[in-house]
């Protein structure tokens, strides 16, 4: 074995840990794949005598790579997520090993992949590196051209995005959100049964709802309509969206959508669906454990 074919073998090795590494960073199977292949050209290229930790100095690479993708997405502003949910991961590619790309995609959540594409690329980078496959910061710092305590600190500002913080009954604010994201998972629940009732029952009589340029109001009308929120209601993810309770839901080949409430008491005074990606891209989303 001469030594390219030795440096291909190992660069194998690592192409099923560099490929996951890609598509947390890119959300999307092809962009992973493109950016595994430039990685190996650039193995290919170097002195690889000189590399102590092969697999370390390709998920160095890989990096890079990804964050020069995700830097050209935001300065064409480019939605690659097709509004943030990549119709592109669940799609095999003719050469490719089905069952591999599917345990892939599977492997991370569309609802998860929504709030990464929310991050800017230096935070999604020390997040999904650090906290994913366990990358020391030391080694990221110089990918992001920061010092490892800057890369500790994009990190732990992604986990705060990423994560939303339930909040504890500790203080009368945490209380009021709790409070709010109850009415929120009473409204989903009921919508995800069809429970008209329930959907009345938390509703005020005045509410407002917005949907794609349609109204509805009133608690019987917005009730009634309740086989649109249902839709969404059955893949929803509990979400602080700019800061309050609310849901976003995300389906393969679809747009994402973001519900977001007003509450006043225990009771829904306006609701809106937002799918125009502009308004989508704004928002400050947080997942929330369901």
């Known amino acids: 074995m001469d030594e390219q074919e030795w440096l291909a ?19 999307s199977l092809t962009e992973a794949d493109d950016a595994v292949q430039e990685a190996w050209l650039r193995l290919s290229r170097s002195d690889d005598r000189g590399i102590e930790n092969l697999r370390g100095w390709l998920t160095t690479v890989v990096g890079r790579v990804c964050l020069d993708v995700l830097r050209q997405r935001r300065i064409r502003r480019e939605d690659s997520f097709d509004a943030a949910v990549p119709a592109s991961a669940m799609v095999q590619d003719d050469d490719g090993d089905p069952e591999q790309q599917a345990l892939l995609a599977d492997s991370v959540s569309l609802a998860l992949l929504v709030v990464l594409e929310s991050l800017e690329p230096p935070e ?11 990358v020391p910061f030391d080694e990221i710092a ?27 009954a500790s203080s009368g604010g945490d209380q009021d959100l709790r409070r709010r994201r109850e009415v929120v998972e009473a409204f989903v629940t009921a919508a995800r049964g069809g429970d008209f009732d329930a959907l009345v029952a938390v509703l005020d009589p005045d509410v407002v709802a917005r949907s794609n340029g349609q109204l509805q109001r009133g608690s019987a009308a917005v009730a009634r309509a309740a086989a649109t929120f249902a839709q969404i209601a059955r893949v929803a993810q509990p979400a602080l969206i700019d800061g309050s309770p609310g ?8 747009r994402f959508r973001a ?18 990606p502009e308004r989508l891209r704004l928002l400050d989303v947080a997942l929330l454990d369901a």
């Open 9 to 27: 073998q190992r660069f194998e090795e690592s192409r099923d840990h560099l490929r996951a590494v890609a598509y947390r960073m890119l959300g």
């Open 259 to 276: 519900m977001t409430f007003e509450i006043e008491g225990e009771r829904i005074t306006e609701i809106e669906v937002i799918t125009d």
């Open 142 to 168: 110089p990918i992001v051209e920061r010092t490892p305590a800057a890369a500790r600190q994009l990190a732990s500002r992604a986990r705060r995005r990423v994560r939303g913080g339930a909040p504890s």
């Open 247 to 254: 849901v976003i839901a995300a389906q393969v080949g679809e």
């Open 124 to 134: 999604r980078l020390a997040f999904v590196l650090h906290d994913m496959f366990g």
